[in-house]
């Protein structure tokens, strides 16, 4: 029986591990396969997440290649128990290293449970490392634009203050984001200029190539550079 690496070293793809690695360049390109996400999405999907070659997969960190990472990912984002599935991800998060795995984490429980999901978010967003503060904003985008919106989540990642490209370019995407579901809430944001001067640029960017925000508004934006 194949271990869990060699299935994924049977869905390399040498052409787009070329193409992966020119959006990675800091990770070794020897450490990037190329597997094409629908694979390994299926390939996660027929692992389940109970089997024993699963849980020891999950547990052995770090990996040695890019692409265990997002099978990584697509794994826990399948663990039905919320208390599980946050185990999983703290354990994972301070190993993920590229944007790529960051954003492919997205357990489905989350959705469902997201009011227990703010004590992580928050502690997560005062972490010293990227990944973890681009994956609390990310969560925020993903889980509370809507229904469970509350002025205060926008206040805090404005707050934040930060040097990494990263985390940065999702605070621009969590404001574009956030402008189209609340427009009323995040507006002030860009006329007051409370954003870094940086963020507050990709945002009204961002904004601009939006087909989700209208035209009058656009023109708006385009004053506020």
């Known amino acids: 029986m194949q271990t869990i690496t060699e299935q994924i070293r049977a869905l390399a793809d040498p052409k787009n591990a070329e193409f992966v690695s020119r959006l990675m360049p800091h990770i070794p390109p020897e450490q990037i396969l190329g597997c094409r996400t629908p694979p390994l999405r299926a390939l996660a999907k027929s692992l389940g997440t109970d089997a024993p070659e699963v849980q020891a997969f999950l547990q052995t960190l770090p990996h040695s290649f890019f692409d265990e990472n997002q099978l990584h990912a697509f794994l826990i984002s399948r663990i039905r128990s919320f208390l599980e599935c946050i185990a999983a991800v703290e354990a994972f998060l301070p190993y993920i290293d590229n944007w790529a795995t960051c954003d492919q984490l997205s357990p489905a429980v989350f959705r469902k449970e997201a009011a227990q999901l703010l ?5 997560w967003m005062q972490s010293p490392h990227t990944y973890t503060v681009r994956f609390a904003i990310g969560m925020l985008m993903q889980h509370f634009l809507d229904a469970r919106f509350d002025p205060a989540y926008p206040e805090r990642i404005a707050a934040i203050r930060s040097d990494e490209y990263y985390i940065n370019m999702e605070i621009a995407w ?7 579901k609340q427009p009323d809430a995040i507006l002030p944001y860009l006329v007051q200029r409370r954003l870094p001067e ?15 925000i209208p035209d009058e508004t656009k023109v708006y934006l385009r004053t506020l550079r």
């Open 119 to 123: 004590p992580y978010i928050d502690r």
């Open 174 to 180: 969590y404001f574009a984001t956030a402008l189209a």
């Open 198 to 212: 940086w963020v507050h640029k990709k945002t009204i960017q961002k904004c601009i190539e939006s087909r989700r």
